[in-house]
Structures are given as structure tokens and as C-alpha cells.
């Protein structure tokens, strides 16, 4: 009897054992390939913001598996990068008057990067007319380009959009917009480089 007992625990025990490696061989590479990324991004001081967007083409939004490492950049270095302008806009959240900026009207084909960093920020296929006299947008190329803040300056409360990579100010957004988000993101022209769309 203490013998089939015997045998009977250690039949259980392999049984455990091997089902406990098959989730181990199952979730390993996943979890060991997370932790190098990770290693190798914290041994270089990169701090990871998230996936990026393949926007290659203005209006295609692949994700793209990659980490993106935040611009980081002191106030001597992005004064000596931007124009008086785009410092202004990007890093003291000013606003540039209505009707003046350069791509309010633009109407041709192609994508909006930060002025500051260089990352793709909105499309072409997601601008409109708001009449507001600022480039309108309903939409980012990605969820995770644009972040958001609130903003109670001026004596409101309104919603602060910003580059998801430097921290550029890029305007607001609020819940006017067109379908289907019902979004409008409020922009200023100087805080965008357009690369126009080529075929």
C-alpha cells in the first residue's frame, strides 16, 4: 500500500513538473525578450513612451513594434534648435494669432511632424476646414503621439495637447470636431515641419 502510494505522489509530481514547464517554455520568450529591451534601454537612459506608428504614407496606420525613447533636450539646446517662433509655440505654449500661421489653409497631401522632435503627429486625411483660422485636425496618426494635459490658464479649464516625445506644446483639443472622433484638435502652424506626400 505505501508503495502504490509512493508511486501514486510521484506520478502527480511529474505530472506537475512538466505542465509548470510547458507555461514556463510558453511565456519565457515573451517575458525575457521584454526584460533586454528593457536592459538595454535603461543601459542606454532611454525611457520608453510606448509603440510608434508606421506613417509612411499619410493616412496608413500600422503599428509598428518599437520603443521610442523621449527627447529630452535643455532650454539652451532648444532655443539654439527652433526658431524664436516655434520656441515660443512649443516650449512656452504660446499661441499663434488666427489666420497667420502657415498651414491654417494648407490643403496639399502629406504629414505634420513635430517641429521639436521630428515625430509624425497628424495626416493630411484627418484635416479640415474648422473655419478657426488654426490647422484642425479629428484625429492623430496615432493614439500615442499626442498626449494630453489639462490647462487651467487664462482663467479656463481646457485640454492641453502635446507632443508625446519632447513635451512640445501643440495647441488643445476640444469636443466640437467632425465624425467620427467629434474631435477637434486646435493646432499652431509653427509647431509642425509638413512633409508633403510623394508618389
Not at 15 to 40: D, E, S
Not at 56 to 85: F, I, N, Y
Amino acid at each position: 500500500m505505501r508503495t502504490f502510494r509512493g508511486v501514486k505522489g510521484s506520478i502527480l509530481f511529474v505530472r506537475a513538473l512538466v505542465f509548470g514547464c510547458l507555461v514556463l517554455m510558453a511565456i519565457a520568450p515573451q517575458t525575457l525578450h521584454l526584460a533586454a529591451a528593457n536592459a538595454a534601454n535603461s543601459d542606454r537612459g532611454v525611457r520608453p513612451s510606448g509603440s510608434a506608428t508606421d506613417v509612411s504614407r499619410p493616412g496608413v496606420q500600422r503599428k509598428v513594434v518599437k520603443t521610442m525613447s523621449k527627447v529630452v533636450k535643455s532650454d539652451a539646446e532648444w532655443r539654439q534648435l527652433l526658431t524664436p517662433e516655434q520656441y515660443h509655440i512649443l516650449r512656452e505654449k504660446g499661441t499663434e494669432c488666427a489666420l497667420t500661421g502657415a498651414f491654417w489653409n494648407n490643403h496639399a497631401t502629406g504629414r505634420y511632424d513635430c517641429a521639436g522632435c521630428g515625430t509624425p503627429l497628424f495626416s493630411s486625411n484627418s484635416k479640415y476646414e474648422s473655419g478657426t483660422g488654426w490647422p484642425s485636425f479629428f484625429q492623430p496618426v496615432a493614439p500615442d503621439a499626442v498626449a494630453t494635459r489639462e490647462d487651467r490658464s487664462h482663467g479656463m479649464v481646457r485640454t492641453e495637447i502635446i507632443c508625446n516625445r519632447c513635451d512640445g506644446h501643440l495647441g488643445h483639443v476640444f469636443p466640437d470636431g467632425p465624425p467620427p472622433t467629434r474631435l477637434r484638435y486646435c493646432t499652431n502652424s509653427a509647431a509642425f515641419n509638413f512633409v508633403p506626400e510623394t508618389r
